[in-house]
């Protein structure tokens, strides 16, 4: 794991400084991008609410193979809608969606879990890649450290808004599929 030289002496409203000179190397020497995608997991959010322990858990976790995402488990799109990752939430969100759709009829309506559980295997690869993507393009951009830290800073983060549509979106369909079989159900009844 790494480890942020001067994590324990911000206050709760600074962000952390994750240019390349504050990353300390410990028994897992960080790679030259670690503050880099320090930035990029953080985001632009609010600085009190950056947790360098749990910043570095998941560069951890970005970097082995396999990793778990107990989030995907149970938030699938949602949870990857959260973190800016909106091509393959779309892509989960619509594998969840086809399972329910195969297995309901069928009485396997859980199977929907199926594509999430295959998902919490694949978040911190496909996070690490949209990461390396974004930090690719940055640099094509410029050379300026701190530019780039501000580029991935707005690539990357959080988006509360977006974690909400996709929990109406979510919600919704599911609602709307759940009542159409039912009515089915009762018409063949």
Same mark, same amino acid.
């Given at each position: ?6 994590a ?6 600074q962000?952390?400084d ?51 995402s107990?989030?995907t ?11 800016k ?9 619509c ?25 919490s ?5 496909i ?15 410029t ?7 501000? +580029? ?5 983060? +959080? ?10 979106i979510?919600? +919704?369909?599911? +609602? ?14």
């Amino acid at each position: 794991m790494l480890i942020l030289r001067e994590a324990k002496h911000k206050m709760p409203d600074q962000k952390l400084d994750v240019s390349p000179s504050t990353m300390l190397p410990n028994t897992n020497a960080p790679s030259e991008n670690d503050a880099f995608l320090c930035a990029f997991i953080e985001g632009t959010g609010n600085a009190s609410v950056v947790h360098p322990e749990k910043t570095a858990n998941m560069i951890l976790k970005m970097s082995q193979s396999p990793s778990f995402s107990i989030f995907t488990l149970f938030f699938g799109p949602i949870y990857w809608a959260y973190r800016k990752c909106y091509a393959p939430a779309a892509l989960l969100f619509c594998a969840c969606i086809g399972a329910f759709i195969i297995g309901a009829p069928l009485g396997f309506g859980s199977i929907c879990q199926a594509p999430m559980l295959v998902a919490s295997f694949m978040f911190y690869p496909i996070y690490h890649k949209q990461a390396t993507d974004a930090l690719a393009q940055a640099r094509m951009q410029t050379s300026n450290e701190s530019e780039i830290c501000a +580029t991935m800073r707005q690539c990357g983060g +959080t988006s509360n808004l977006a974690a909400l549509i996709a929990t109406v979106i979510y919600l +919704t369909c599911f +609602t709307f599929l759940v009542a159409v079989m039912t009515a089915a159900i009762i018409n063949h009844a």
